[in-house]
């Protein structure tokens, strides 16, 4: 019974459980790339902070012009500033996930082998 239990297991562990596992890391990361939104900051890159943006009005006057310009400029750079930052956090989140979720396989692969060995090092550890 218990050597039917444990081919069983696994069975499992490096068959459908592989796969369970990636599909669980393929959500995380999905995840990550809808919650930060990274196509649309991409495809927004440049785009005015939250929209705003002055507009140029009528008639000629240079000097309202350069403070237009200048105010739309001001706030593309903040727009761009402000995207960067989100898209640092994703790209470094996704590589925490990835460095931890790497950890978490070689863990999950090795789990049948480490645990019978550990709780045979805890017996030796108590009887000796």
Do not use: C, K
């Not at 196509?39 to 403070?67: K, N, Q």
């Not at 930052?85 to 979720?101: P, T, Y």
């Not at 999950?108 to 019978?116: D, H, K, M, R």
């Amino acid at each position: 019974m218990f050597v039917l239990v444990f081919f069983e297991y696994i069975s499992w562990q490096y068959g459908e459980g592989i796969r369970e596992f990636a599909a669980a890391w393929q959500n995380i990361h999905w995840f990550l790339w809808r919650v930060f939104s990274v196509p649309l900051l991409v495809r927004t890159f440049f785009a005015p902070f939250r929209r705003t943006s002055e507009s140029y009005g009528r008639g000629f006057d240079p000097a309202a012009m350069a403070e237009t310009f200048l105010i739309n400029l001001v706030t593309r750079l903040v727009g761009v500033i402000v995207r960067s930052v989100l898209l640092a956090a994703v790209l470094l989140f996704q590589a925490v996930v990835f460095a931890a979720g790497s950890i978490l396989f070689i863990w999950f692969l090795l789990a049948p082998v480490i645990i019978p060995v550990s709780i045979l090092a805890g017996i030796l550890v108590i009887l000796l």
